[in-house]
């Protein structure tokens, strides 16, 4: 899952998930709350099912947790990194609690899950800890905290997919917003925590997907991104009452036509896909369908087949070459972007030779790199010793990096003399004079305002010149 940025920019990055200021939709309590969201872009999603909640509840959001009752951070496990940018984070919030000790500080999300209620005797000053599928027991829990005690629910479940709870967009531009269409992950890839912090996948209902991407077009969106840990195997059918004929399984392909066809005028972007499902019906639909962006984030990890069983992804490199040459052949224009991981544990030098070639092989578009974190819990942490010196580890990530900046600018200078059909999302970030929007392929474009466009409109513009990570260039509608 990803911020889809920089090339080189990690999942985990802290993005301050600040509040926007908003009322509350049940019986006001006066009482404030403050979120703050870390790792992947599915955090985010439930970050705006939680405000969803506690709005429901009587509270506002702040974008100030100083002046907040109600302190969340919701966050990630996925590297030590991302923990750590946590604990000092809770550091900052302490002198605030101090100040204000009817303060309520809550841990949600992958932590609260991996770490249970040893949090509350690592960090004194957490109140609450709740697991990703727990949040309808917030108001509770919160409850519970004002009658003076500490409350933890870290309950998984197998069918909790908040279908029903209509997200506040946090933060949001106002035209592209995250759509969860499942939970979970059943993959067990040896390295990874989320299986253990997000339970079992399972998928949510299409309808509910269909009529939150239909309530966002209406509401003025045009781009919804699907969001899964696996989308590709996102597989739902009816409960069927006794007598009743089994409804038909929707599977991802039937999915992302349903949802294209809410409008021609409304982007579809999905996240993320795993080399071992994505079918070619999936991209035969994303051929189909012109709304459906010509991009596709295929983490591959590593290039060499021994270090993938290892990893127990379940597809090795001849597969997915083969992947890649289905998405070339079928969606020439696609984009292609992916995730390594370098010193996995054993890891020699020609296998991490083997990634480097690989990345040769397909030229990424972006890539996001990380160095091999062990996660305790985990397969790998279990069966493996994390036996590549952490400057081996470092290394091996700068050749990758290196590689990747090299690609990023081969596949942005090929845009330059192009034309791209743009979606403007803004101001661009160093400037009111410029907008900003992306190509279908999720490349970044910058040009000049021009008065007869706004935000939310789709523009062509022809790339005139690049950087690595953007294009710039003039309208030419
Ligand atoms: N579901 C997605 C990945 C989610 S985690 C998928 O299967 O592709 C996002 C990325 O974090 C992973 O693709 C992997 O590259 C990286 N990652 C996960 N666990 C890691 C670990 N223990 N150390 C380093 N990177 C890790
Ligand atoms: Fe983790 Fe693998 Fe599941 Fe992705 S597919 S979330 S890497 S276990
Ligand atoms: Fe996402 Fe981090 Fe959890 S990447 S699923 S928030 S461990």
């Known amino acids: 899952m990803l911020e889809l940025e920089h090339t080189t920019k990690t999942h985990d990055e802290a993005r301050q998930g600040e509040a926007l200021d908003m009322l509350p939709t049940g019986k006001s309590t006066g009482r404030k709350l403050y979120i703050e969201s870390y790792g992947c872009q599915m955090n985010f999603s439930d970050s705006e099912i939680v405000a969803s909640i506690l709005l429901d509840n009587g509270f506002e959001t702040t974008k100030d947790y100083k002046e907040a009752d109600v302190v969340f951070i919701n966050t990630c496990s996925i590297r030590e990194n991302a923990e750590q940018r946590v604990r000092n984070r809770l550091k900052e919030f302490e002198s605030a609690k101090n100040r204000n000790p009817g303060m309520i500080v809550g841990v949600l999300g992958c932590m609260a899950e991996r770490l249970k209620s040893k949090f509350l005797e690592e960090e004194k000053l957490v109140d609450v800890v709740v697991g990703p599928d727990a949040y309808r027991d917030l108001p509770n829990l919160i409850g519970k905290v004002d009658d003076g005690n500490k409350a933890?629910?870290?309950?998984?479940?197998?069918?909790e997919t908040y279908a029903d709870i209509n997200p506040v967009r946090l933060n949001s531009n106002?035209?592209?917003?995250?759509?969860?269409?499942?939970?979970?992950?059943?993959?067990?890839?040896?390295f990874c925590v989320v299986p253990f912090t997000r339970g079992r996948e399972r998928s949510r209902d299409h309808q509910s997907i269909v009529k939150e991407?239909?309530?966002?077009f209406q509401a003025g969106y045009k781009e919804v991104t699907l969001l899964g840990q696996n989308v590709d195997s996102y597989k739902y059918s009816a409960p069927v009452a006794e007598g009743e004929e089994p409804k038909p399984t929707v599977n991802f392909a039937q999915l992302?036509?349903?949802?294209a066809e809410v409008s021609p005028e409304l982007r579809v972007r999905f996240s993320t896909s795993h080399p071992k499902d994505i079918t070619d019906e999936v991209l035969y639909t994303m051929a189909r369908y012109e709304n459906i962006c010509k991009y596709i984030h295929l983490p591959v990890q590593s290039g060499n087949s021994r270090v993938l069983d290892l990893m127990n992804r379940t597809y090795d490199r001849a597969w997915y070459i083969e992947r890649v040459d289905a998405i070339r052949r079928i969606i020439p224009e696609c984009g292609i972007s992916t995730d390594v991981i370098t010193g996995f544990c054993t890891e020699t030098e020609e296998e991490h030779e083997e990634t480097l070639s690989m990345m040769d092989y397909v030229k990424y578009d972006f890539a996001y790199m990380f160095a091999y974190s062990e996660r305790p819990g985990t397969l790998a942490a279990k069966r493996?010793?994390?036996?590549?010196p952490e400057d081996v580890k470092k290394r091996r990530l700068t050749e990758v990096v290196n590689k990747q900046q090299q690609h990023s600018l081969f596949r942005a200078q090929n845009f330059v003399g192009k034309v791209h059909k743009v979606l403007i999302e803004g101001f661009s970030k160093r400037s009111d004079q410029d907008y900003c929007g992306r190509n279908d392929q999720n490349t970044m474009v910058v040009f000049p305002v021009d008065s007869r466009f706004k935000p939310g409109q789709y523009v062509h513009v022809l790339a005139e010149r690049c950087t690595?990570?953007?294009?710039?260039g003039k309208i030419v509608d």
């Open 152 to 159: 933890v629910n870290v309950l998984l479940s197998r069918e």
């Open 468 to 472: 690595s990570a953007t294009l710039m």
């Open 384 to 388: 493996y010793a994390d036996d590549i």
């Open 174 to 190: 106002g035209i592209s917003a995250f759509v969860s269409i499942m939970r979970g992950c059943d993959n067990m890839c040896s």
């Open 256 to 259: 992302l036509a349903m949802v």
């Open 213 to 216: 991407a239909h309530e966002l």
